[in-house]
């Protein structure tokens, strides 16, 4: 059964950097999509980026283009999201999700089947 976990969370201020990190564990990693979402109380839940499997295609939302970064290392069987430039709009859960259809890329939460317990980021002004 896969499984994961996120970590890096914690609390930042505007205009801070912080890296969240997923780790898969229970399947082979370099086959999975992997993605991003997240969720404000009171708020939908929200794609944040996403990556394929192998060529390393990714999307990302608008509100997060060109501050946000997902990357994988299949060695480490773990996927990335850089946030620069924090808002305090990007406070939120952040989780990661997977799907062992490698080829996807996909904005829909529906198309992952596994997703991680969850890390805040907390943003102050």
């Known amino acids: 059964q896969v499984q994961l976990q996120e970590s890096g969370g914690g609390l930042a201020r505007n205009g801070d950097s912080l890296r969240l990190s997923c780790t898969l564990s229970?399947?082979?990693?370099?086959?999975?999509?992997m993605g991003w979402f997240r969720q404000s109380p009171g708020k939908e839940r929200e794609f944040v980026a996403a990556?394929?499997?192998?060529?390393?295609?990714?999307c990302y939302a608008d509100s997060v283009q060109e501050r946000f970064t997902i990357s994988r290392d299949n060695a480490k069987n773990t996927v990335y999201l850089q946030m620069n430039s924090l808002k305090s709009e990007d406070t939120a859960a952040y989780y990661c999700?997977?799907?062992?259809?490698?080829?996807?890329?996909?904005?829909?939460?529906?198309?992952?089947?596994?997703w991680g317990p969850g890390t805040q980021v907390t943003v102050s002004s």
């Open positions: 999700v997977a799907n062992i259809n490698g080829w996807i890329l996909s904005a829909e939460s529906a198309a992952y089947d596994d």
């Open positions: 990556i394929r499997a192998n060529e390393g295609l990714t």
């Open positions: 229970g399947g082979t990693f370099s086959r999975y999509a």
